[in-house]
């Protein structure tokens, strides 16, 4: 299995077609709330990605975001490994997200 890569209209229709998609912003919390974050996405650093494993589900989809695609493309290949088994990454990170932003949290 292999980590399935979005831009930005792929990752805008499936947030659109798939109500329980879990959006994993694996950036320091200074970016998330600094830089702006996708609405409804869920701040967890990748440095606390391995301790915080239990807390996620391995069946859910995850899109996981990071602010350039390095990090997020780490936390997805760390997830696959962990045995999840629908893990998506945005591709070019929030650096080039033409979508919706949030400066605070939620």
């Known amino acids: 299995m292999a980590v399935v ?3 930005n209209a792929e990752l805008q229709k499936l947030m659109r077609d798939e109500p329980g998609l879990l959006l994993l912003d694996v950036r320091t919390s ?3 709330f600094g830089l702006g974050h996708i609405p409804g996405s869920r701040l967890l650093p ?3 990605l391995p ?3 239990a807390s996620l589900n391995p069946a859910q989809k995850i899109v ?3 602010e350039h695609g390095v990090r ?3 936390a997805s290949q760390y997830l696959l ?3 999840f088994q629908q893990v998506c990454q945005l591709t070019a990170g929030m650096a ?3 979508g919706p932003r949030a400066f605070s949290s939620e």
Do not use: M
């Open 5 to 7: 890569n979005l831009n």
């Open 30 to 32: 200074q970016e998330y």
């Open 46 to 48: 990748i440095h606390e």
């Open 51 to 53: 301790g915080q494993l």
């Open 64 to 66: 996981v975001i990071c």
């Open 72 to 74: 997020s493309h780490d």
């Open 81 to 83: 490994y962990n045995g």
């Open 96 to 98: 080039e997200w033409n």
